[in-house]
């Protein structure tokens, strides 16, 4: 505005309509605004997209009707296993004794909370990989009834039982993410591990069970091993309690029970499954929430913008249109041809914004979940969203366009 010259402008600012300069700026004003626009509905669009698709995802359990609660037991009054092992055993009588209670067991680490152990292992029977190529497998302790408790099905042999514990034969459950990976084509029961553990001693797998997503929502499962808690007694567990009705009416019994059996232990970071894997995908969550919310605010400042702009020039081409309809122009020619002016800035808009969209959408990738940052489903969509708020913000002025009296029309300023 601080360049353009007086005199031009004076020249240019007949009864004839606005200046050329000033619908050149106001349209390039629009289509910056429709490109700003589609960037941010697309970047909008494709987390959504990820987000509906990471909720469809099975976890490998069933969160509902299931909460959960840690108990520690301190070294300096658990000194030997056997006290660990009776207070847990003592513990899940009672819990199963309570009204409503389907199954609980115990795990140590609980899906998705961000903590868990690995270690590597051999298969028996199989050539030894090269240095660095060693196998690695997810280990969970689980005790009681852990899989009936998360609702994780059993696919193949059988659980542990209080014999597998005591007796000498080691034996572990795996997934079958591990089975399909190192028994290909082969039955995995019965099979042979040597996990790198406290010892180098065979492990004979006797069970295969569904996999289990533990890292979060995004991550496939990883091959995992099951060890029954005697094998491996962790001074801290979680319980998981499933129940018929609600889960968190059982909290104040089974913290009851608790303190019964020891006066000086509590139960901590009580929480249903539904709350842990709700918290596990809640970055996400949030980050689409933003972003949604940017681009709906981008998308009503884009309509407004239009209808401003197809507005302004509607009042300044009153003359125009006044002299095309007393010339014959029907009303339907006025209305394309208000539309069509909009549209062509939403056009230009629609296909700058698309090619910047296809640029800063691979900054993306990493944020998406089974998604291409150049969905075509997406950019297709958005674009016709935005293309269909064009016509729509430019039809009301347009509409108002061909209500306009010739005859009042040619005697407007």
Wanted: proline share 5%; charged share 20%; net charge positive.
């Amino acid at each position: 505005a601080s360049g353009q010259s007086l005199n031009d402008a004076l020249k240019e600012g007949g009864r004839t309509g606005s200046a050329a300069r000033g619908n050149r700026t106001r349209g390039a004003f629009v289509i910056v605004e429709v490109a700003l626009a589609l960037v941010l509905l697309i970047g909008a669009g494709l987390l959504v997209r990820s987000f509906m698709r990471l909720a469809t995802v099975n976890p490998g359990f069933d969160p509902t009707g299931t909460v959960t609660m840690r108990v520690s037991l301190p070294g300096s009054r658990y000194p030997e296993d056997a006290n660990r092992i009776q207070f847990f055993d003592r513990l899940f009588e009672r819990i199963d004794a309570l009204p409503g209670v389907r199954a609980s067991g115990s795990v140590s680490f609980l899906p998705m909370n961000g903590l868990g152990s690995a270690t590597g292992f051999k298969v028996v029977g199989k050539p030894v990989p090269p240095r660095g190529e060693e196998p690695v497998a997810d280990v969970r302790v689980i005790d009681h009834e852990y899989f009936a408790a998360m609702a994780v099905p059993l696919l193949r042999g059988r659980l542990f039982t209080k014999g597998d514990a005591a007796d000498n034969q080691n034996k572990v459950v795996i997934n079958e993410k591990m089975a399909k990976t190192y028994w290909p084509g082969e039955d995995a029961l019965g099979k042979r591990v040597k996990i790198s553990w406290r010892d180098d001693r065979e492990d004979e797998v006797i069970g295969i069970v569904g996999d289990v997503r533990h890292a979060d929502m995004e991550t496939a499962a990883r091959a995992t091993t099951y060890w029954p808690y005697p094998r491996n007694l962790y001074g801290s567990m979680t319980l998981a309690i499933r129940t018929e009705g609600s889960s968190t009416s059982i909290v104040n019994a089974v913290a009851a029970i608790v303190r019964e059996q020891d006066p000086n232990l509590a139960v901590g970071d009580v929480q249903t499954m539904g709350e842990v894997v709700a918290n596990s995908v809640a970055q996400r969550r949030l980050m689409t929430l933003l972003l949604a919310t940017f681009a709906g605010a981008a998308l009503l400042l884009a309509a407004v913008g239009i209808y401003g702009v197809i507005a302004y020039s509607v009042t300044q081409r009153t003359q125009e249109i006044g002299i095309r309809m007393a010339l014959g122009a029907r009303q339907g020619d006025v209305l394309r041809m208000i539309v069509g002016h909009a549209m062509t800035l939403a056009a230009a808009g629609i296909l700058i914004g698309g090619v910047g969209a296809l640029l800063l959408t691979r900054l993306m990738t990493g944020l998406l979940f089974d998604i291409q940052p150049a969905d075509p489903l997406t950019f297709g969509a958005v674009a016709t969203v935005l293309a269909g708020v064009a016509a729509l913000a430019s039809y009301i002025p347009g509409r108002r366009a061909t209500q306009v009296d010739p005859v009042i029309a040619l005697r407007a300023e």
